[in-house]
């Protein structure tokens, strides 16, 4: 079964202290990892993602995420955080869900607010 | 949300009516999903579909349906059989359905927000 946990519902810091959003996994196979931001009544957009290689992605926005294999946790941060970074963050893994078409599908988890205070 | 258009962006329903939300991309993505979110559950998968006239069901199809008649086209339909339909809606897209470097980059709508009354 494919599984990912944001431990935090919110998460806040102060305008230009860094920032952590954290995620853990469990997911089928190697792990295909993703974070997603969405601002008020709007979609998802896609930030970065990590299938193979470096530890460190880098993705829009100045932000990164560090993937850990033995901690099976895949965190978001910013060395330094802007008041319109507020918005909701989403981690996401792939993993095989049925057999056949389409059988690989993202698991998200439940979102972390972040709010950071000018 | 550049190239896929939801519509309508709100939409109120009585019980016991079905409605339609459509969705509309000019990406000339291949797979297209629908998906349901409510506050503090994160994103839960109605169907998927991967090329035109083949859909599979995700976590939560029960009481909708969909249909891929056209590439640009993926309607989803929620019927009177979903008994808690009162969601946000979100559609996307992603060039392949699965697998390779560049498949399940989604890129998403702007969202339905469908409340019944």
């Known amino acids: 079964a494919q599984s990912v946990a944001q431990p935090e519902d919110q998460v806040n810091v102060a305008e230009g202290n860094p920032l952590t959003v954290k995620c853990t996994y469990s997911?089928?196979?190697?792990?295909?990892l993703f974070w997603y931001v969405q601002y008020p009544n709007r979609g998802l957009q896609f930030l970065l993602k990590?299938?193979?290689?470096?530890?460190l992605v880098k993705g829009s926005y100045g932000f990164e995420a560090e993937f850990n294999k033995s901690q099976t946790s895949f965190h978001l941060k910013k060395p330094s955080a802007l008041v319109s970074d507020s918005a909701l963050y989403f981690c996401a893994g792939r993993g095989r869900r049925w057999s056949g078409a389409g059988s690989y599908q993202l698991t998200f988890g439940k979102g972390t607010k972040l709010s950071v205070i000018p | 949300d550049g190239g896929i258009t939801q519509s309508p962006k709100y939409l109120f329903r009585k019980e016991g009516q079905n409605v339609t939300l459509s969705c509309e991309q000019n990406?000339?993505?291949?797979?297209m999903y629908w998906y349901r979110q409510d506050p503090g559950q994160g994103l839960r998968l109605i169907y998927y579909s991967q090329i035109v006239n083949d859909f599979q069901k995700g976590d939560i199809a029960e009481g909708y349906s969909v249909s891929r008649e056209k590439k640009e086209s993926f309607p989803l339909t929620v019927t009177s059989a979903q008994k808690n339909p009162t969601a946000f809606y979100l559609c996307a897209t992603s060039r392949a359905g699965t697998g390779g470097e560049g498949a399940n980059v989604l890129t998403f709508g702007a969202g339905s927000r469908l409340t019944v009354l």
């Open positions: 997911v089928s196979g190697n792990p295909y």
């Open positions: 990590y299938i193979t290689g470096d530890n």
């Open positions: 990406l000339n993505h291949d797979a």
